[in-house]
């Protein structure tokens, strides 16, 4: 079943640009595969990733990415089935992003930058807000 999942975590420090670009590597390399699309964010020290696909191929890549060293403090934020894909064409899209800076990176109001600021801290929102903010950055 076609499904959704979106996480947050912290980025350890030992995660440099070049791990990052590692990451990138391996989603290009193993998404199209699996037919797993979706976001990636990051920042200096977050992680929040969306990924949408089969259900069984998203819980087993969720459960691969959660054991990876290069972040910790792995939080689901929602997860369940979707009737169409958000991100069709993108094995992972991809962007960094400056958590003090939001709402100048995206067209977020002050609030909606807040609220996306305590997703990242994995202060529960709901998870269609979260999709929703999330689409911003890739307007
Ligand atoms: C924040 C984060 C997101 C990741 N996302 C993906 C992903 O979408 N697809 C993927 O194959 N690996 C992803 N990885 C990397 C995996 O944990 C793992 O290192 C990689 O899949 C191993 O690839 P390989 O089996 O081809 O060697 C991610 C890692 C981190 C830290």
């Known amino acids: 079943m076609l499904s ?3 996480y947050v975590s912290v980025r350890k420090p030992n995660c ?3 791990e990052i670009g590692k990451i990138l590597e391996a989603c290009k390399r193993n998404n199209s595969k699996i037919d797993i699309t979706g976001v990636l964010l990051y920042s200096g020290t977050h992680f929040l990733q969306y990924l949408e696909g089969d259900y069984k191929e998203i819980s087993g890549l969720y459960e691969k990415i959660k054991g990876d ?3 910790k403090n792995v939080v689901l934020i929602t997860t ?3 009737k169409n894909r958000t991100f069709p064409s993108w094995e992972m899209g991809s962007k960094e992003i400056e958590e003090e800076k939001i709402e100048f990176q995206t067209d977020m109001s002050k609030e909606d930058a807040n609220a ?3 997703i990242i801290a994995g202060k529960g929102q709901e998870g269609s807000k979260a999709l929703n903010l999330i689409k911003k950055f890739f307007k």
Do not use: A, N, S, Y
């Open 80 to 82: 369940g089935p979707i």
């Open 116 to 118: 996306f600021q305590d």
């Open 69 to 71: 060293d290069r972040h």
């Open 4 to 6: 959704h999942l979106v």
């Open 16 to 18: 440099t640009e070049e």
